[in-house]
């Protein structure tokens, strides 16, 4: 199976413009994704809209295809991308990294291609909640999975209900799990989804995952033990930094 990946990047973001080419110690954070995104797929693409973000992904050798700014969703900007690409590669599954993502680990790619070995018509990634700050953080999507870790259902409240246990216990009753925002498709799927409307589960919760649940496709879901570090804010920013700096110094 060929797997390639796409790294949809904006320019323009209402908490944070530019952040695709902040600084992370000595190189642009879509250079921290890119490479990163390397280690584990040989075929890597930047799309984006802004010509910055081209000629700084040119400028550290990678490759960058241009795309329409008026995509609502990472999701529509990679379906236009993939349909772009397939001109001069081949591929079976598209693997969408964030753009502001910059220490993903290459094993977190990795376990999105395993999902591939089955049926599975789109993957994604989940972790354990360790903590009851973060098992009722309605910003932290939560998962819940059949047997065979197909996703059932994603919500920004806490699933399952645990009926007759203190809520300050629930974490360590119960083996709860969060959702970690980066998917995996099938090629044709890709193209699929990017033309359904908003369903309305997906308006309830605003998760754009719901549509595809809600139109019966199979989303495979694999644990890992890394935590995503989105960065969203200045403020994050200066968080990836100090991780930076503390790596660097262990």
């Not at 323009?12 to 000595?26: E, H, M, N, Y």
């Not at 498709?185 to 033309?195: D, S, W």
Request: some cysteine.
């Amino acid at each position: 199976m060929k797997f390639v990946v796409i790294i949809p990047a904006r320019f323009q973001s209402t908490r944070f413009p530019g952040k695709p080419l902040a600084v992370i110690g000595d190189k642009p954070m879509i250079q921290w994704v890119y490479e990163n995104a390397l280690k584990a797929v040989q075929n890597v693409y930047v799309a984006t809209d802004d010509d910055r973000i081209i000629e700084a992904v040119a400028g550290f050798g990678g490759k960058a295809v241009r795309t329409l700014s008026t995509h609502q969703s990472g999701t529509d900007r990679c379906a236009e991308a993939a349909r772009i690409i397939s001109e001069e590669l081949d591929f079976d599954v598209v693997i969408n990294v964030q753009g502001d993502e910059p220490f993903i680990k290459a094993e977190q790619v990795e376990l999105l291609k395993s999902c591939f070995e089955g049926d599975a018509d789109i993957a994604t990634l989940i972790k354990k909640i360790d903590s009851e700050e973060e098992l009722f953080n309605p910003n932290r999507p939560k998962v819940v999975t059949d047997n065979q870790m197909n996703a059932l259902y994603f919500s920004r409240s806490t699933i399952p209900y645990l009926r007759g246990v203190e809520s300050k216990d629930w974490h360590v009753s119960h083996n709860f799990w969060a959702h970690i925002g980066m998917y995996a498709y099938r090629a044709e799927v890709l193209q699929k989804i990017a033309l359904l409307p908003p369903g309305n589960l997906e308006k309830a919760e605003s998760l754009e995952q719901l549509r595809w649940l809600e139109n019966g496709l199979k989303i495979k879901t694999a644990v890992t033990e890394h935590q995503s570090m989105g960065i969203d804010t200045p403020e994050d920013l200066l968080n990836a930094l100090q991780l930076l700096k503390k790596s660097a110094v262990n």
